[in-house]
């Protein structure tokens, strides 16, 4: 009786197994059109989280534990409902995740031409979708609150270099790749120039 119920157990675990292994595989192949969305998802939660940290805390609180970057800023875009975390080091390669800031720049909030660094990716879904006369809002960690307009929109090629030099006024430059093929030429540059201090 024993070695019956052994081997029952045994045919039963198996099929337990068995039973688990095709739900992850259907899940997979399931998930598979919509990972991107998960991954993007997750990302701007961590930022999200790491920049109520850093606000909080006034430290440089990294979104994940091997990152080398850390939020700097916010910023958003009310008429297309976007917020984008602003990162530090874009030359770490963090414009993948968020908008990155070029270390040679000045901070984002501060006198002077902020330059911040867009992947492709994010190119699509929020930097192609701005228009001339469109208003952002920065919330910068030690530089305050500021209304920013888009004032002008480039497609220059990548030796050109003009759109970073320094300014006398609060400026934001945003840079992505266009158009977003293998061999990217150009860039697609939006200008965006203060308006007022949000008090």
């Known amino acids: 009786m024993r070695i019956g119920d052994g081997t029952m157990n045994i045919s039963l ?53 091997w990152a080398n ?26 414009s993948a995740f968020a908008l990155a ?13 902020s330059v911040l660094s867009v992947h492709r990716d994010t190119y699509f879904g929020f930097l192609k979708a701005l228009k001339p006369g469109d208003i952002l809002e920065l919330e910068s960690l ?4 500021w209304r ?3 004032s002008a929109i480039y497609i220059v090629d ?4 003009f759109l970073l ?13 266009y158009p977003c093929t293998g061999n990217d030429n150009r860039r697609y540059v939006v200008v965006v120039e203060e308006v007022e201090r949000i008090a």
């Open 165 to 177: 030099d320094p300014t006398l006024t609060r400026r934001l430059t945003l840079i992505s790749c």
């Open 148 to 150: 920013y307009q888009v």
């Open 101 to 113: 800031h070029l270390d040679s720049s000045v901070l984002p909030g501060e006198v002077g031409n």
């Open 13 to 65: 675990s198996w099929s337990g197994v068995l039973l688990g292994a095709t739900m992850s595989v259907a899940t997979w192949q399931v998930s598979q059109g919509n990972a991107i969305y998960a991954q993007g998802w997750l990302t701007h939660g961590l930022l999200r989280a790491a920049w109520v940290r850093t606000q909080a805390s006034g430290r440089e609180i990294k979104p994940w534990p």
């Open 158 to 161: 990548k030796s050109s270099t």
């Open 69 to 94: 970057t850390w939020p700097l800023g916010r910023l958003s875009v009310p008429r297309l409902n976007v917020e984008q975390i602003i990162l530090a080091r874009a030359s770490q390669g963090t």
């Open 142 to 145: 030690r530089n305050g609150r």
